[in-house]
Protein backbone atom coordinates (compact mmCIF):
# COMPACT_ATOMS: atom_id res chain seq x y z
CA UNK A 1 0.00 0.00 0.00
CA UNK A 2 1.48 2.92 -0.99
CA UNK A 3 -1.19 5.85 0.37
CA UNK A 4 -0.11 8.51 2.40
CA UNK A 5 -1.59 11.04 4.12
CA UNK A 6 -0.54 13.63 6.40
CA UNK A 7 -2.33 14.74 9.74
CA UNK A 8 -1.91 17.89 11.53
CA UNK A 9 -3.88 20.09 13.74
CA UNK A 10 -3.05 23.65 14.06
CA UNK A 11 -3.83 26.38 16.99
CA UNK A 12 -3.39 30.01 17.71
CA UNK A 13 -1.88 31.56 20.29
CA UNK A 14 -2.24 35.47 21.34
CA UNK A 15 -0.05 36.60 23.89
CA UNK A 16 1.27 33.06 24.54
CA UNK A 17 -2.29 31.92 25.49
CA UNK A 18 -3.85 29.57 23.19
CA UNK A 19 -7.14 31.37 21.34
CA UNK A 20 -8.78 29.24 18.82
CA UNK A 21 -7.98 25.83 17.91
CA UNK A 22 -10.06 22.56 16.82
CA UNK A 23 -11.75 21.76 19.66
CA UNK A 24 -12.87 25.77 20.53
CA UNK A 25 -14.48 25.88 16.97
CA UNK A 26 -16.01 22.59 17.23
CA UNK A 27 -17.64 23.85 20.24
CA UNK A 28 -18.56 26.80 18.85
CA UNK A 29 -20.10 25.07 15.72
CA UNK A 30 -22.02 23.01 17.96
CA UNK A 31 -23.55 26.09 19.84
CA UNK A 32 -24.31 27.42 16.53
CA UNK A 33 -26.44 24.33 15.62
CA UNK A 34 -28.05 24.01 19.61
CA UNK A 35 -28.19 27.49 20.56
CA UNK A 36 -27.31 26.19 23.77
CA UNK A 37 -23.92 25.62 25.50
CA UNK A 38 -25.25 22.91 27.65
CA UNK A 39 -26.30 20.99 24.91
CA UNK A 40 -23.16 21.77 22.72
CA UNK A 41 -21.41 20.43 25.84
CA UNK A 42 -23.05 17.06 25.73
CA UNK A 43 -22.48 16.48 22.60
CA UNK A 44 -18.91 16.87 22.59
CA UNK A 45 -18.94 14.74 26.46
CA UNK A 46 -17.41 17.75 28.00
CA UNK A 47 -18.85 19.34 31.30
CA UNK A 48 -20.74 22.48 30.84
CA UNK A 49 -18.09 24.43 33.32
CA UNK A 50 -15.40 22.71 30.43
CA UNK A 51 -17.47 24.14 28.07
CA UNK A 52 -18.16 27.63 29.41
CA UNK A 53 -14.08 27.72 30.23
CA UNK A 54 -13.18 27.43 26.35
CA UNK A 55 -15.62 29.96 25.38
CA UNK A 56 -15.08 32.75 28.17
CA UNK A 57 -10.91 32.06 27.28
CA UNK A 58 -12.06 32.72 23.64
CA UNK A 59 -14.06 36.03 24.81
CA UNK A 60 -11.00 37.06 27.27
CA UNK A 61 -8.89 37.02 23.98
CA UNK A 62 -10.51 38.41 21.38
CA UNK A 63 -11.69 41.41 19.91
CA UNK A 64 -15.33 40.96 20.84
CA UNK A 65 -17.54 38.18 22.80
CA UNK A 66 -18.31 34.89 20.50
CA UNK A 67 -21.59 34.12 21.93
CA UNK A 68 -24.57 35.99 23.84
CA UNK A 69 -26.94 34.52 26.59
CA UNK A 70 -30.43 34.78 25.66
CA UNK A 71 -32.60 34.23 28.75
CA UNK A 72 -36.19 32.44 29.36
CA UNK A 73 -39.29 33.76 27.29
CA UNK A 74 -41.08 32.22 24.66
CA UNK A 75 -39.09 30.41 22.78
CA UNK A 76 -37.06 29.29 25.80
CA UNK A 77 -33.35 31.28 25.76
CA UNK A 78 -30.28 30.01 25.08
CA UNK A 79 -26.95 30.83 23.59
CA UNK A 80 -26.12 31.94 20.08
CA UNK A 81 -23.51 32.34 18.34
CA UNK A 82 -22.30 36.26 17.69
CA UNK A 83 -21.48 37.12 14.00
CA UNK A 84 -17.96 37.44 15.21
CA UNK A 85 -17.82 33.93 16.49
CA UNK A 86 -19.15 32.64 13.13
CA UNK A 87 -16.21 34.54 11.70
CA UNK A 88 -13.82 32.91 13.73
CA UNK A 89 -15.05 30.00 12.81
CA UNK A 90 -14.50 30.63 8.89
CA UNK A 91 -11.34 32.16 9.10
CA UNK A 92 -9.63 29.29 11.17
CA UNK A 93 -11.52 26.66 9.19
CA UNK A 94 -10.05 28.69 6.24
CA UNK A 95 -6.53 28.70 7.94
CA UNK A 96 -6.48 24.93 8.51
CA UNK A 97 -7.50 23.90 4.92
CA UNK A 98 -4.94 26.06 3.48
CA UNK A 99 -2.41 24.24 6.05
CA UNK A 100 -3.63 21.12 5.35
CA UNK A 101 -3.07 21.98 1.18
CA UNK A 102 0.26 23.04 1.95
CA UNK A 103 1.36 19.93 3.88
CA UNK A 104 -0.11 18.01 1.48
CA UNK A 105 1.62 19.57 -1.56
CA UNK A 106 4.98 19.19 0.36
CA UNK A 107 4.26 15.57 1.38
CA UNK A 108 4.23 14.50 -2.56
CA UNK A 109 8.17 16.21 -2.53
CA UNK A 110 9.71 13.30 -0.21
CA UNK A 111 9.29 9.50 -0.61
CA UNK A 112 8.65 8.51 2.99
Known sequence: MNDKKIK????????GKPFLGYGKILL?????????INAAAKELSISYKKAWEMINSINESGRQPVTIKRTGGKNGGGTVVTSYGKELICQFEELNENCMFFLEEQLKKYEL
Open 8 to 15: SRIWIERD
Open 28 to 36: LKKIDERNS
